[in-house]
């Protein structure tokens, strides 16, 4: 893999077209959201029909009148019209689905919706139900990921249930530790420990933490890495064989959530290095689908796996603009049942991409800031690429994720994408709720960011008012 190959040579042996015989005529869409018209626009170019269920929330939201078909589910809880397996199986079964699409968040990475459909014939896509249930429990994970070779920071090999186990562990580990639910996600519950005296408090936190939000309260400590860089591997498996696409860099996070993401990061070096190893992880699995295999990179580059997440990422754009590849369209693929429709050698990395996440959200506490826009204009331009489900007289409802518009600048360097980022922000307009757009362009100009001087606490290090 190499960068800044011309685009006339890139992946030019690489058939994008659909195959002749594509498994699916139609696919349910289990999500909403910028995710949910992703979808569409996949299905779309490789004609199939995208079906789509809804909230009474999303009753008139651009996903649902751009599908082919919307069924609702209605709830009290706006939530659960897309927390619940039994309502999408039998909406599938309804409309003669072949397939569903659970995108990413509510039952992406749920092995009894995988498992429900299976026993109904239709297609889950995504992996199966025995390998989201291994990933789905980071410390299982972590184990298999320690068997097939990758470096995984110090810490319990079991859950923990018991304070007093958990701080001996740490003692042996050495502080400052991480203290982390085996079912997490989302940043939810974790505790960073400096010293013995704050363990025990911390511990009982994030056990009840992981209770609440994920029904399980199965800890496990791990050692935490100071001055880290969050560094990404994108992944597409087909049970046998696997690929990876490069890495993304997504060190600027909120409360352990990403808002800026961009790449390539790595010299070819280190990407082709790990990128053998994330390959095997996927492959000791029989990984089937898109994946994602997250790291943390330390100040002298040793990388600590951290979790496979097993679904399209919000980020995925960032390597899509990067390699020209579909990667929506190539985990519907194989799905379908094909293998593979690319080798290694095909995937090249063109320029340097940068993604900022548009969350309704006042930037100074990262609240969340919903409600009706009065006027949506959204940016466009060379190198632009926009994800979005926002348009003029949209309201959000306030009980989803705050995330309103995914923009991605692509340039030939670094320098380019961060100035033709900062002229799409410019030109944005989201009248009617907050947005992060004045912290993105602050994060823009700000030196370090310029000079790639970046961890994971690079907006608690940084005073942006
Ligand atoms: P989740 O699944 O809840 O998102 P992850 O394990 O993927 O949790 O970690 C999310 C973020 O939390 C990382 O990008 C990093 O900022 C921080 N983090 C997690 N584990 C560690 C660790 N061992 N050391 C330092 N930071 C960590």
């Known amino acids: 893999m190499c960068i800044d190959t011309p685009p006339d040579q890139m992946n030019s042996n690489v058939d994008y077209s659909p195959p002749r015989t594509m498994g699916f005529t139609r696919v349910l869409i289990a999500n909403r959201g910028e995710i949910a018209l992703r979808i569409i626009r996949s299905l779309r170019t490789l004609g199939i029909e995208a079906a789509i269920i809804y909230g009474r929330e999303d009753r008139s939201s651009l996903p649902v009148r751009m599908s082919d078909l919307a069924i609702p589910v209605y709830r009290d809880d706006p939530l659960l019209s897309y927390l619940d397996v039994e309502a999408v199986v039998s909406a599938a079964k309804e409309i003669d689905a072949d397939a569903v699409h659970p995108g990413y968040g509510f039952l992406a990475e749920n092995p009894l919706l995988a498992r429900r459909l299976k026993e109904e014939g239709i297609t889950f896509i995504g992996p199966s139900a025995d390998v989201l249930e291994l990933l789905g429990d980071k410390i299982q994970a972590r184990s298999a990921m320690v068997a097939a070779g990758l470096p995984v920071a110090g810490g319990s090999d079991h859950p923990i249930h018991d304070a007093a186990e958990a701080s001996l562990i740490a003692e042996d580990i050495g502080y400052p530790v ?37 029904g399980d309260d199965r800890i496990f400590v791990e050692k935490y890495i100071q001055n880290a860089q969050h560094i990404e591997f994108q992944v597409l498996g087909d049970g046998k064989d696997a690929v990876h696409f490069g890495e993304r860099f997504c060190s600027i996070q909120r409360r352990h959530q990403k ?86 050698e095909d995937i090249v990395l063109r320029g340097h991409a940068i993604q ?44 989803f994720d705050s995330l309103l518009a995914k923009i991605i600048a692509h340039g030939r360097d670094r320098g380019e994408a961060i100035s033709r980022l900062d002229a799409a922000l410019r030109e944005t307009v989201l009248d009617g709720v907050e947005t992060l757009i004045p912290l993105h362009r602050k994060i823009l100009k700000e030196p370090d960011f310029i000079n790639r001087d970046i961890t994971i606490s690079y907006l608690d290090d940084h005073n942006f008012g």
Request: proline share 5%; aromatic share 8%.
């Open 356 to 399: 900022a996440r548009i969350n309704a959200e006042r930037p100074g506490d990262f609240t969340p800031a919903p409600g009706r826009l009065w006027e949506c204009i959204l940016p466009s331009g060379p190198g632009l690429r926009v994800d979005s489900h926002a348009c003029s007289g949209y309201t959000m409802p306030r009980d």
């Open 259 to 344: 808002i800026l993401e961009e790449g390539p990061w790595l010299n070819s070096k280190d990407r082709s290095e790990m990128g053998r190893k994330v390959v095997e992880g996927a492959k000791s699995v029989g990984y089937s689908g898109l994946a994602t295999f997250e790291f943390l990179r330390d100040s002298d580059g040793e990388f600590y796996f951290l979790e496979v997440n097993p679904r399209v990422q919000v980020e995925h754009t960032v390597t899509e603009v990067l390699t020209g590849f579909d990667l929506v369209s190539l985990g519907i693929r194989v799905a379908a049942g094909e293998s593979l429709p690319l080798t290694q």
């Open 178 to 214: 991480i203290i982390k639910a085996a079912a997490g996600g989302g940043g939810i519950g974790m505790q960073v420990v400096n010293s013995r005296d704050e363990f025990d408090s911390a511990f009982r936190l994030c056990s009840s933490r992981a209770r609440s939000a994920f």
